[in-house]
């Protein structure tokens, strides 16, 4: 079965601190992996996409890195704000273009002063 | 540029009650899905269409619940004879190029959370 592992369930970090969110998956075949941003009360926004090929890929103060061999992800923020506040969740495709995607449960992340 | 809209964003229904949820697609988007995502998980897939059709519901956990797109833009959700089991958040997302390739990433609305009391 295709599952999605997130650690930890929830962080708490002081403004200006850097941090780092991991992603396991068991998705096979694989496709390609997306960082989201999931703010209170609002929809999950797509951070990164990762293929099979890329080791790691960056969005401002996001850096997404993906080790295709152990299946592992992780989700680096540099320099945290407080508007970083949300639910990161990492989503897996099996195949390109498909709609069925592998979510992971997510993980809180709270900034505070 | 609008993103994904749904509605109502809250819905507090009585059970055996019939509702029916909407989801705006962005506008020229392929694609449309509809997951259903308990607190704490991950959404779950209902089903999805490309244009007006549907193209797989194999998510939909029985025959009360039903969608549709008839002019392959706006989407509603029907469930009837509602349960309490049936309380979730129901998110829409919607995608540009449909599924036969590509990233196509799926953008995703702002939810429905469903009360059944």
């Known amino acids: 079965k295709n599952q999605v592992e997130q650690s930890p369930q929830s962080l708490i970090i002081l403004e200006g601190k850097n941090c780092t969110l991991q992603c396991n998956y068991t998705v096979s075949p694989f496709s390609n992996l997306r960082w989201y941003k999931q703010d209170t009360g609002r929809g999950p926004v797509s951070l990164t996409i990762m293929t099979f090929s890329e080791n790691t890929k960056s969005n401002g103060r996001y850096t997404a890195t993906l080790d295709a061999d152990t299946k592992q992800s992780s989700l680096h923020i540099t320099a945290s704000q407080l508007s970083d506040s949300a639910s990161y969740i990492c989503v897996v495709s099996a195949v390109a273009g498909s709609y069925q995607l592998t979510f992971g449960k997510g993980t809180k992340l709270s900034v505070i002063p | 540029g609008a993103g994904v809209s749904q509605s109502p964003r809250y819905k507090v229904t009585k059970r055996g009650q019939d509702v029916a949820l909407r989801c705006d697609p962005i506008?020229?988007?392929?694609?449309l899905y509809w997951y259903r995502q308990a607190l704490g998980q991950g959404p779950e897939f209902l089903t999805y269409f490309n244009y007006e059709a549907q193209q797989d519901k194999s998510g939909l956990p029985n025959d009360r619940f039903s969608a549709e797109r008839p002019e392959g833009s706006i989407s509603t959700l029907t469930i009837q004879r509602t349960e309490q089991r049936d309380s979730a958040m129901y998110r829409c997302?919607?995608?540009?190029?449909?599924?036969?390739?590509?990233?196509?990433?799926?953008?995703f609305g702002p939810g429905t959370r469903l009360t059944v009391l």
């Open positions: 506008s020229g988007h392929v694609s």
């Open positions: 997302a919607s995608s540009q190029y449909g599924t036969s390739g590509g990233a196509n990433e799926q953008f």
